[in-house]
């Protein structure tokens, strides 16, 4: 519809010009969304440690609730410190803009519910993150929204699903903790063919290793928790939009018909490009209200300004360890796609050429199996997991430190075992998140673990 | 809007300068109603900036309580800069309208949705400065500090404190 806020340079020679530079990615991840503060010249980004904002006089307020202006009416909407944290993410993932959520679970709750109704349908990967899965097949299922979940990244197995109250594509660029990498490209053309959003999580990714708009995707969700946050410390999620979606095209009422609750506008009507995440943040935010705290966009932000530099040394560490560990015979097989042996190993060349992140998943061993790579089983992988010295056992990824989980008893319990197959998770599966430690101390955590998990059985 | 033309808007550096050298404002296809896009970005026009907005409509008397002027010739200055909120089919006869004016306005601004190059340029070869497909509101808004507050992203990097 029109360029992007990042235009291409013209000549710029003059300081005046320097907003029309094309600014790298590093430069971004420390300085966009963050103008020095006009009152106090403040250069790292303040925290707004406010609840509300004082309105000038009584057309202000209204003005403000009616949305007519732009500014500051509560803190659940909207706040100045959080905006900060917004305007950057929307910036290194190339879009339009942001609104960042208490968690990434509630970012695609907000995404989700803002799209799809009681009567509609979603079509879903089926190798998702367990608590992606149980929104959709639980939480939303009982709201009337029915989701199918498609095995496998063809994306013809993705078009064949699609049905007319089709809302919308979901998938996430590598499944976690199988190692799939979705077809981005091919998964929109399918999607656009039918009128309707490809949403992409990219938590794993981050926008440091793919930018999923650049490869048509519409919206792109973060759990900021992981590696944008990086340290492990705070929970935050994020919805990016391309801002290029056609909403006007029938499909999405929502967006086209008057809002009562804000005077009769629409979404589409009032504010074209920037009507969804507008009405994602004035309408959802209010009713839902699953909101960043001010603090945590601040200590989430300190998180990304590093981003670059971190997911260097997460990628250089994972795949250092997942070449350790395909080497090994205790081990049974590995899915990083950053191996030649993974079969998306082409694709993630294609959309994360400098590395496809740094969590996969191994399985531990039989002993005196090692020619048969036979699957240890779910004792074999608990015996591992209670071995660990340096690694941690718990239920996150992407922290500073090197992360390791059983998902068949954990984060994917909730699962039944057809589910567990559709989403790539065997019983055995140990699930590693690499992080940012000596590479040789990780592995000599590993191999010390791998013997213990062996010499107990019997 | 998919453009195959290669006429190109003015860059971000200089639609801000556009802006900032802007005093009066020409509102040409305002409507009464509050439910059309032209009221919502008047409200913010008029709220949230230091422009003086005229409204041209010949089917209105009143907008947001102030008087509408049935073209542009009939106002009482000549407008820095007339944002049009009209079909695609008028446009011809806006920038008519426009270059009827003594002086020229100094730029003809077209809202989203709407983009004609062969316009543009007939605008141009009569020194007035073109920006189409964009929002007034939405671009005031990006360098004013309101499309940040709002999670967008204004494109601004800088190490100086905002106006």
Not at chain 1, 123 to 140: C, E, F, K, P, S
Not at chain 1, 160 to 172: G, K, P, S, V
Not at chain 1, 262 to 291: C, I, M, P
Not at chain 1, 329 to 354: F, I, K, M, N, Q
Request: glycine letters at 10%; one cysteine or more; proline letters at 6%.
């Amino acid at each position: 519809m029109s360029e992007r806020a990042n235009e291409p340079a013209g000549a710029p020679s003059e300081p005046e010009q320097s907003q029309d530079r094309s600014w790298g990615f590093r430069t971004r991840a420390v300085h966009a969304g963050t103008v020095p503060d006009a009152a106090t010249g403040s250069r790292a980004v303040p925290i707004h440690q406010t609840t509300s904002y004082v309105f000038r006089d009584t057309d202000d307020a209204a003005a403000l609730f009616a949305l007519q202006k732009y500014g500051l009416v509560y803190s659940r909407i909207a706040n100045p410190t959080v905006s900060s944290l917004e305007e950057r993410l929307a910036s290194l993932d190339g879009g339009i803009g942001a609104v960042c959520t208490a968690s990434g679970q509630s970012a695609e709750f907000l995404t989700f519910a803002a799209l799809a109704g009681a009567g509609d349908h979603v079509v879903a990967a089926a190798g998702l993150y367990g608590g992606t899965i149980t929104q959709l097949d639980v939480t939303l299922r009982r709201f009337g929204v029915d989701t199918t979940f498609v095995p496998g990244t063809d994306p013809a197995d993705y078009a064949a699903a699609i049905r007319d109250n089709t809302r919308f594509l979901f998938a996430e660029i590598i499944s976690n903790p199988g190692g799939e990498v979705a077809d981005v490209a091919g998964l929109a053309e399918v999607a656009h063919a039918r009128g309707i959003p490809l949403i992409i999580d990219a938590t794993l990714a981050t926008p440091y290793l793919c930018r999923p708009l650049e490869h048509g995707a519409d919206i792109v969700i973060h759990s900021v928790t992981k590696f944008l946050g990086g340290h492990g410390t705070t929970l935050g999620g994020v919805v990016i939009e391309a801002g290029t979606f056609d909403w006007g095209n029938g499909n999405f009422p929502g967006m086209t018909e008057p809002v009562p609750s804000y005077g009769g506008l629409s979404w589409w009507g009032n504010f074209q490009e920037l009507g969804f995440l507008t009405k994602l943040r004035a309408e959802q935010l209010r009713d839902v209200g699953a909101t960043l705290s001010a603090h945590s966009a601040f200590l989430l932000m300190q998180g990304v300004e590093t981003l670059p530099q971190r997911m260097d040394q997460h990628v250089a560490n994972a795949q250092r360890v997942a070449e350790w560990l395909e080497a090994d015979p205790r081990v049974a097989y590995v899915t990083y796609p950053g191996l030649p042996s993974h079969p998306h190993h082409e694709r993630a060349r294609r959309y994360l050429p400098d590395g496809p992140g740094a969590v996969f998943a191994f399985g531990v061993a039989e002993r005196g199996s090692p020619s048969e790579h036979r699957h240890g089983g779910r004792e074999a992988g608990a015996r591992f997991i209670e071995s660990v010295r340096l690694c941690s056992h718990l239920a996150n990824v992407g922290d500073a430190r090197t992360l390791v989980l059983h998902p068949g008893s954990t984060t994917h319990q909730q699962l039944t075992q057809q589910q567990l197959e559709q989403a790539g998770v065997p019983e055995d599966m140990i699930r590693i998140s690499v992080g940012l430690e000596d590479p040789e101390d990780i592995i000599w955590d590993l191999d010390q673990a791998l013997t213990a998990a062996q010499k107990e059985t019997s | 809007m998919t453009t195959t033309t290669t006429w190109q808007n003015p860059p971000a550096w200089r639609r801000q300068q556009i802006l900032r050298d802007t005093r009066t404002v020409a509102m040409v296809g305002a409507s009464p109603n509050p439910a059309r896009a032209s009221n919502f970005v008047a409200t913010y026009l008029l709220a949230s900036t230091g422009f003086e907005v005229y409204f041209v409509n010949p089917n209105a008397s009143e907008i947001l309580g102030r008087p509408v002027y049935p073209s542009l010739a009939e106002l009482p200055v000549v407008p820095d800069l007339v944002d049009v909120f009209r079909r695609p089919e008028d446009l011809p006869g806006v920038l008519d309208e426009v270059l009827g004016l003594d002086p020229h306005p100094r730029t003809f601004w077209l809202q989203f949705g709407l983009f004609d190059a062969g316009l543009a340029t007939r605008a141009e070869a009569a020194g007035v400065e073109v920006v189409m497909d964009r929002c007034l509101k939405v671009e005031h808004a990006r360098f004013a500090g309101g499309l940040h507050l709002a999670g967008f992203n204004t494109g601004v990097i800088t190490s100086r404190r905002r106006d």
